[in-house]
Nanobody
Framework: LRLVESGGGLVKLGGSLTLSCGTSGVAAKHYPLKNYAVGWFRQAPGKGREEVGCIAGSHDVMTYAKSVEGRFAISRNKAKNTVLLHMSDLKPEDTAVYYC?????????????????WGQGTQVTVSA
């Protein structure tokens, strides 16, 4: 199972961007994202990795880091088997590589997951 993020790019202060997390690989059909906890993370240069939010595998319960609460939102596109990170009111401090991760060890699992599968990341740069 491989995770693939897309949608990153350069955006101006206060702008919006939506990232997508999808799957590929032979195992992808056995692990529909809608059934598993999926987390979004970011890592800025010189800083540690931060979990910005998670959507649970059951009832789509969502949690967010305080740094993004009210500005970021996670949703699922079940038809496309993707998990989206909607980012608005972006700030320069949101600049980072964004990753998605999934916990496929527990179906219908809660957040945070025990993430074993990670994407390669997508760069988001917010200009002042």
């Amino acid at each position: 199972l491989r995770l693939v993020e897309s949608g990153g790019g350069l955006v101006k202060l206060g702008g919006s961007l939506t990232l997508s997390c999808g799957t590929s690989g032979v195992a992808a059909k056995h692990y529909p994202l809608k059934n598993y906890a999926v987390g979004w993370f970011r890592q800025a240069p010189g800083k540690g990795r931060e979990e910005v939010g998670c959507i649970a595998g059951s009832h789509d319960v969502m949690t967010y880091a305080k740094s993004v609460e009210g500005r970021f939102a996670i949703s699922r596109n079940k038809a496309k088997n993707t998990v989206l990170l909607h980012m608005s009111d972006l700030k320069p401090e949101d600049t980072a590589v964004y990753y998605c991760a999934v916990d496929i060890q527990l179906i219908y699992g809660a957040c945070p997951g025990n993430y074993g599968e990670w994407g390669q990341g997508t760069q988001v740069t917010v200009s002042a």
